[in-house]
């Protein structure tokens, strides 16, 4: 998600190379691009080749939820597999009348409310405004 910030940072002033991001962002340049492959391979991001080469996003910033990312680097967004959509495992209890299930349900629709309605458009925002605020360590 930082990897995916930094590009749309820059958007419309050319690529951004991993190396320059990983420094920026503290973190391995092999653990982001292996992130950045993958979000290639969906068409996040695309690469440019050569001297000058990088990353850029493939849509704009802020069609981009984090929902959308999250799931497709971390997959799905519920807490347990007992109330996912994507990846439902039945936990062995009769469902209907398990109290833990309902709770985790309310918070699996919790996290999609939140993570649906952010964009990496929004998160560009709130990185510029708190580094106004609080500046870089």
């Given at each position: 998600m930082r990897a995916l910030v930094q590009i749309a940072l820059h958007d419309g002033e050319g690529v951004v190379r991993a190396r320059d991001i990983a420094?920026?962002?503290?973190m391995s340049v092999?653990?982001?691009e292996q992130v950045l492959a993958l979000l290639k391979h969906r068409g996040i991001v695309e690469t440019r080749r050569g001297v000058g080469g990088g990353y850029v996003l493939n849509h704009p910033a802020e069609s981009i939820?984090?929902?959308?990312?999250?799931?497709?680097v971390d997959g799905p967004?519920?807490?347990?597999?007992?109330?996912?959509?994507?990846?439902?495992?039945?936990?062995?209890?009769?469902?209907?009348?398990?109290?833990?299930k309902s709770v985790m349900g309310e918070v699996r629709l919790a996290?999609?409310?939140?993570?649906e309605?952010?964009?990496?458009?929004?998160?560009?925002?709130?990185?510029v405004?708190?580094?106004?605020?609080f500046g870089r360590n």
């Open positions: 420094e920026k962002e503290n092999k653990f982001l939820s984090l929902a959308e990312i999250i799931r497709l967004l519920a807490p347990v597999n007992c109330v996912s959509e994507m990846a439902y495992v039945a936990c062995g209890q009769n469902e209907k009348l398990c109290a833990l996290i999609i409310g939140v993570l309605r952010i964009t990496v458009a929004d998160l560009c925002r709130r990185a405004e708190l580094e106004k605020e």
